[in-house]
Nanobody, 126 residues
Framework: QVQLVESGGGLVQAGDSLRLSCVASGRTFSGYTMGWFRQAPGKEREFVAGITWSVGTTLYADSVKGRFTVSRDNAKNTVYLQMNSLKPEDTAVYSC???????????????????WGQGTQVTVSS
């Protein structure tokens, strides 16, 4: 059974940093792409960043480019989201997801993912 477990969220001030982790288990993810999404109250789920397990190809939303970095540790089956220069508008529940494809086509689309974690809250105060 595939499980994705996020951690690392919290309450920070604008300008601070946080690192989110997503531990994946239950199968081999070498042929998968991992995505980070976020959802603020009253808003739709939004793509944040994606990374392929095998090669490490990355893709970012324009709103986080230059501030957030996605990475993975294959030995630990863990994907990270390093978030720097946080802004109040980054406040949301952040979730990781896995899709059984190494193509970046559709990586921004939540419906293209097969597995989801439960999410971790990130709150940025001004």
């Amino acid at each position: 059974q595939v499980q994705l477990v996020e951690s690392g969220g919290g309450l920070v001030q604008a300008g601070d940093s946080l690192r989110l982790s997503c531990v994946a288990s239950g199968r081999t993810f070498s042929g998968y792409t991992m995505g980070w999404f976020r959802q603020a109250p009253g808003k739709e789920r939004e793509f944040v960043a994606g990374i392929t397990w095998s090669v490490g190809t990355t893709l970012y939303a324009d709103s986080v480019k230059g501030r957030f970095t996605v990475s993975r540790d294959n030995a630990k089956n863990t994907v990270y989201l390093q978030m720097n220069s946080l802004k109040p508008e980054d406040t949301a529940v952040y979730s990781c997801a896995a899709r059984g494809s190494v193509s970046m086509v559709g990586v921004r689309t939540p419906g293209r993912y097969d597995y989801w974690g439960q999410g971790t809250q990130v709150t940025v105060s001004s």
